[in-house]
């Protein structure tokens, strides 16, 4: 494994002052040329396919109850309870508070194989002392979660104490050890700029992160196409330094089957193929889910299905 620095701040500022700046017209211009690659029809089933195994199917709202985990929980397993043949998602994402139901209601569901996400360090603001931020995260663990979705301190960030981003990142990495993968959101739209996502794409990798995820779907933009390709070229070049493989989780705005396409074509043709799988891509998303079935019928049987084929969560 190689190691890009030694944990010092002087040696997180050194290596950032070596990182390429982002190109932005250019950045754009490809993003929108990638948008109207048009995939062919005998592909189409088979991206809608890997884009449900890459759903995060998310519900973080302040009116999250019981009953609507285990809702979600439900479909996670089984998307359409008319046809086996529809994969399961790739995690459930809820509030740590939640973590304990929606780990029960998998297993229930026969889904001990999908993981549950819990959004922790005083999610979506940042805003907390490090020792609530470690608690949230130890809390998420012990009920079940064994993926963590973290937020940066974008203040801290804009403010220039990258030292400061990079050292709550690696606490929560350490807390989270072996039993979790770490998910580090960057909330994109309050980064300003696209060097501003490339500079913390790669703090939270030097960091320990598995994944970084553009957004916590409460800030607009989000998840834009030009962002996603910013941060598959992190990875990429990432990965050409070290030989290891994050992940990146794109979430909020992408509601449709078109945008979820979109997703892959960036993912294969920027960081390449070996990125498309849910062990390295994920859509963070709620409404996606029913979007992906209602095509997928559409492919097997040329038609579309009632507005009641999906069920509203």
């Not at 996670?76 to 459930?92: E, I, L």
């Not at 996400?117 to 020792?131: D, N």
């Not at 929560?172 to 980064?191: F, N, P, Q, S, Y």
């Not at 300003?192 to 779907?217: E, H, P, Q």
Request: proline content about 3%; some cysteine.
């Amino acid at each position: 494994m190689v190691t890009l620095v030694d944990g010092s701040e002087a040696s997180l500022l050194q290596y950032l002052a070596k990182l390429s700046g982002v190109d932005k017209v250019g950045a754009d211009q490809r993003a929108a040329m990638l948008g109207t690659r048009s995939i062919k029809t005998s592909s189409k089933s088979w991206a809608i396919d890997m884009a449900i195994r890459m759903v995060d199917l998310t519900t973080l709202e302040g009116a999250d109850s019981e009953g609507k985990v285990r809702a979600i929980c439900a479909k996670a397993v089984r998307p359409d309870p008319n046809d086996f043949t529809v994969p399961s998602v790739g995690a459930v994402c809820v509030y740590n508070d939640l973590v304990k139901i929606a780990r029960k209601n998998l297993d229930l569901n026969g889904g001990s194989h999908i993981p549950v996400a819990a959004v922790t360090t005083a999610f979506p603001s940042g805003r907390a002392s490090m020792k609530v931020k470690i608690q949230d995260t130890r809390d998420a663990l012990t009920d079940g979660a064994t993926e963590i979705d973290m937020v940066i301190d974008r203040g801290a960030f804009l403010s220039g104490k990258l030292g400061l981003v990079f050292d709550e990142i690696k606490a929560i990495k350490e807390i989270c050890g072996e039993r979790a993968h770490l998910k580090v959101i960057l909330e994109t739209g309050e980064l300003v700029t696209y060097d501003n996502v490339r500079k913390a794409s790669f703090i939270a990798m030097l960091a320990g992160a598995d994944f970084i995820k553009t957004s916590t779907g409460k800030v607009t933009p989000a998840a834009t196409p030009p962002v996603v390709l910013v941060m598959l070229e992190a990875v990429r070049d990432y990965y050409l330094q070290t030989g290891i493989r994050i992940g990146v989780k794109a979430a909020g705005g992408i509601r449709t089957t078109k945008d979820a396409i979109k997703q892959l074509v960036l993912v294969n043709e920027v960081a390449g193929p070996e990125w498309l799988n849910p062990q390295l891509f994920r859509i963070g998303a709620s409404a996606l889910l029913n979007d992906l079935l209602m095509q997928r019928m559409k492919a097997d049987t040329g038609y579309y299905s009632g507005s009641n084929y999906v069920t509203l969560d």
